[in-house]
């Protein structure tokens, strides 16, 4: 296969200003390449160089030629004092080449000082999962409020900015039933519920723009669709009784019926494939609105109608399936292995699509950011099935979800790195990044009246997207990028806000390593809430009763009741158990090393202010669950002993663990506003903060006190 090598050499002539000037010769053929060298002149001028028209210095030169040495979207660039010579494997090589040369500029280093480098992407597929707030999966004001920003294409200008600077090279957007945004489908017109043909073409312009745009960003797009899901429109002119989003409308239609919703669904995919050169590809999630459909029946479905739809497409398009798990899942049925294989051999038969079908599996999950050995999968139990034997015509992708901090900022990079190591196979293609229950668009976090320098939430979280896509594209990214990244914003003095992250972002990651996630409000790490042992379904505080009758994710944990059951019995642990107390003891160490490395910062601006006040609210938050942790195992001690000094040790634990949530509650309070939270239930009209969580951290002071 020819790949493009972009050869830019570029002389370089030192002025009595020391001011370097340059010749750009370069005529970019690609969307990708016009992108990038306006990047880099951009970069130039806003540096002080100065553009010549001299033969001697700057020229850029490009070769279609087979490079045997360079892998897809990797580069390279030899640096003297005198010239750059920069050789990338591709455009998306090329625009790396330019961001890094950029970045580095930004620092400080002056192009006749930079140091010769060479990189190469860990992983080939590097996506971010976006929900898409219309026919969104989930519903409620946390999502809908984001309709008009995510109608912007300036957010989404800036959002492809972000994604291309850190490295990101796909975007995934996910909702129940795109295509009546996009189409008005040509057997099916009435499907479509934009009633004029002018509102159909502003959304079609808003699609168009956004896949062009990620495009000349070396950025691939997908639409994931959730499979038996209509418009209204559908409903109402072709026959379909209920509602659109019933999961279990498939139960009652007739055969009939059913050939008609395969024909309406198999021919929009088409239909906007070629309607949409720019979109990259479809992707489907097996199982959703399913229910009632035997495995054979669902693998069918898909491949008559969505995969059949890519095949006959005029043009070649990529194919996202995700698999199921069936373990555990009632969705799924109760033979997993066999619903496995049956899904396996399905994919290994799909052909006519373009490259490794991608094939999404949620990583512990719905809570990726907890430990990052493999326990889990959607619906539960991990089997090899579809890794062993190692598959020819599809790779695997990780969903790492987070729907655990919307709030608060975090980055850790050591997490991140070990996450890559440990799951990296040759069968593995990469990750996708996002959550199901937060979209990063809007900004409803920022407190009114405070000025600080981003207009988005994602702009909120850089340090989130720029950790976990630098290091996917290169985990042996070195820290101090990062640590730059602080400087960049805040001045020199605030580098060391890298460690202070590094040591508060481990918190969330404990606090899911100790509950059983499973679904998306399992766990919700920032405010230590879960629905699982709610009669109303309803997200509350883990109580200490929670804590005792759940049990821990990673294996290498103690639960409180096994450990006060064996410690009563005078057995022990093996040493590389973590038992509670040492966990408590950790929660401990980490919120005083996170306040100790923010010790003496002055807060000179809104933005700084919540950088440091994040931290001091992981802090509170470690503290708080440290004598949690401590008041509910002695709490147990005395359920099983009857010893009423364990019972005195339980409350003044607890009331311990309460001051520290005021604490949180007074720092949070002076930087976020209550605000909608999609951990509550689905449309639930209500706004959550830390301060209204502390009756309950009351009601397990009470419990204890009066069992």
Request: glycine residues 4%; proline residues 4%; hydrophobic residues 40%.
């Amino acid at each position: 296969m020819k790949k493009l090598i972009a050869a830019l050499l570029i002389s370089l002539m030192t002025c009595m200003s020391h001011a370097l000037d340059y010749k750009l010769d370069f005529n970019p053929d690609s969307d990708v390449q016009k992108f990038a060298l306006a990047l880099f002149k951009q970069s130039l001028d806003e540096k002080g160089y100065s553009a010549t028209s001299s033969d001697h210095l700057f020229k850029i030169t490009i070769s279609d030629e087979e490079d045997t040495e360079l892998k897809s979207e990797s580069y390279s660039y030899i640096a003297t004092p005198t010239s750059l010579r920069i050789t990338a494997s591709d455009d998306n090589g090329l625009l790396y080449a330019v961001l890094d040369i950029t970045e580095a500029m930004e620092n400080g280093v002056p192009l006749d000082q930079l140091a010769s480098k060479s990189e190469s992407p860990a992983y080939p597929f590097r996506a971010i999962k976006f929900n898409l707030p219309w026919r969104s999966y989930r519903f409620g004001p946390a999502l809908q409020q984001h309709m008009e920003t995510c109608r912007d294409l300036a957010f989404w200008e800036r959002f492809l900015d972000m994604m291309a600077e850190n490295r990101f090279n796909a975007l995934s957007l996910w909702n129940l039933h795109p295509f009546s945004y996009m189409i008005r489908a040509k057997n099916f017109p009435f499907a479509c519920d934009l009633k004029t043909d002018e509102e159909l073409a502003d959304w079609q312009n808003f699609y168009h723009e956004l896949f062009r745009m990620a495009k000349e960003r070396g950025i691939e797009t997908y639409i994931v669709n959730w499979n038996i899901f209509v418009p209204d429109g559908f409903v109402e002119h072709y026959g379909i009784s209920g509602d659109r989003n019933v999961h279990k409308w498939n139960k009652s239609i007739t055969p009939e019926m059913d050939e008609i919703v395969r024909r309406y669904t198999r021919e929009s995919v088409t239909q906007v494939l070629e309607e949409y050169p720019n979109l990259t590809g479809i992707g489907l999630s097996l199982g959703e609105a399913m229910n009632g459909m035997s495995t054979e029946n669902r693998e069918e479905w898909v491949l008559d109608t969505i995969v059949r739809g890519v095949q006959e497409a005029n043009r070649p398009a990529k194919l996202i399936h995700r698999v199921p798990f069936a373990a555990g899942n009632r969705n799924f049925g109760s033979m997993s292995k066999e619903a496995e294989l049956l899904t396996r051999k399905a994919l290994e038969g799909i052909e006519g699509v373009d490259g490794d079908i991608l094939v999404e599996v949620k990583f512990n999950w719905s809570h990726a950011h907890s430990t990052p050995e493999l326990v889990k999968v959607h619906g539960g139990d991990i089997s090899d099935t579809y890794w062993n034997p190692a598959p020819e015509n599809y790779k695997l992708i990780w969903m790492a979800r987070n729907e655990d901090f919307f709030f608060l900022n975090w980055g850790q990079a050591d997490f991140i790195r070990d996450h890559i190591r440990l799951n990296k196979h040759d069968y593995v293609g990469g990750y996708f990044v996002g959550s199901e229950m937060y979209i990063p668009a809007l900004d409803y976090f920022t407190k009114p009246g405070m000025e600080v320098d981003w207009d988005y939430a994602f702009e909120r979280q850089w340090l989130f997207y720029k950790m976990w896509g630098r290091l996917l594209y290169n985990p042996q990214t070195p820290d101090s990028i990062f640590s730059n990244a602080f400087s960049a914003r805040y001045g020199e003095n605030y580098s060391t806000l890298l460690d202070a992250y590094e040591v508060a972002s481990q918190i969330p990651l404990l606090i899911c390593s100790n509950w059983d996630v499973s679904n998306d409000r399992s766990i919700y790490a920032e405010m230590f809430m879960s629905n699982r042992r709610s009669k109303e379904r309803r997200a509350q505080l883990i109580s200490v009763s929670n804590l005792i009758a759940d049990k821990p994710l990673d294996p290498d944990f103690v639960s409180i009741r096994d450990y006060v059951e064996t410690t009563l019995s005078e057995k022990t642990f093996s040493p590389d158990r973590v038992t509670p107390l040492q966990l408590a003891d950790q929660f401990e160490d980490l919120a005083k090393r996170s306040l100790l490395l923010i010790k003496g910062f002055k807060v000179t601006n809104d933005s700084l202010a919540y950088e440091i006040g994040d931290i001091q609210a992981w802090a509170h938050l470690s503290f708080y669950m440290a004598d949690k942790i401590r008041g509910t195992t002695s709490y147990h001690f005395f359920e099983q002993s009857k010893n009423a000094a364990y019972q005195n040790q339980a409350i003044d634990h607890l009331k311990q663990a309460k001051d520290h949530w005021i604490d949180l509650v007074k720092i949070t309070e002076k930087l976020y506003p209550e605000a909608y939270c999609q951990i509550l239930p689905n449309g639930l009209d209500e706004k959550w903060h830390w301060s209204k969580l502390l009756p309950n951290v009351q009601a397990d002071i009470d419990f204890v006190s009066n069992p």
